[in-house]
């Protein structure tokens, strides 16, 4: 179990949640949370502590879509080229995928296993700031190291 993994499960014991590709972008993982844990406990929004998809995302390459010249439609017929679906380039991963994270929509995403660290979302207020100082101890006895300000100005990075 690598340190990420200890961490998640340390915390939860401690009443956090500590989650991995929440979809998207910050605003719209917030939105995502779970309100409650399986065992139907409620989730304090003052412990989170979660990454989203394009924190870990596969960095695709991107090649100009061949069918339509890059416009994204044909010029012939006006409509939407299916080959790149209107957006005029086509993704392609270089690296092997096999195993990733594709849970998200539009997303394909390193595990936690596959990566080494990753920037964190957490609750920036005067409250959420205080608990997450309070779990550094944790989070560093688990095998893990942080960088952060220690204000809720700035998401904090950590790599295991």
Same mark, same amino acid.
Do not use: D, F, I, T
């Given at each position: 179990m690598n340190g990420f993994r200890k961490m998640q499960q340390r915390l939860r014991?401690? =009443?956090w949640y500590v989650g991995w590709n929440l979809p998207c972008c910050s !605003?719209?993982?917030?939105?995502e949370l779970p309100y409650e844990f399986e065992d139907g406990t409620d989730i304090d929004f003052s412990k989170v502590l979660f990454n989203h998809s394009q924190d870990c995302e596969v960095e695709p390459d991107f090649r100009e879509c061949e069918s339509c010249n890059g416009a =994204?439609?044909?010029e012939d017929t006006e409509e939407e080229c299916s080959e790149c679906m209107g957006e005029g380039d086509i993704k392609?991963?270089?690296d092997d995928i096999t195993g990733c994270d594709v849970s998200v929509d539009g997303f394909v995403c390193h595990t936690p296993e596959q990566? !080494?660290?990753s920037t964190f979302c957490f609750d920036g207020s005067k409250q959420g700031v205080k608990n997450l100082k309070a779990i550094l101890p944790i989070i560093e006895e688990c =095998?893990?190291?942080w960088t952060w300000n220690q204000k809720g100005d700035q998401r904090i990075d950590i790599s295991w």
């Open positions: 014991k401690e =009443g !605003s719209c993982a917030w939105a =994204g439609w044909h392609e991963y270089v990566l !080494s660290e =095998g893990c190291e």
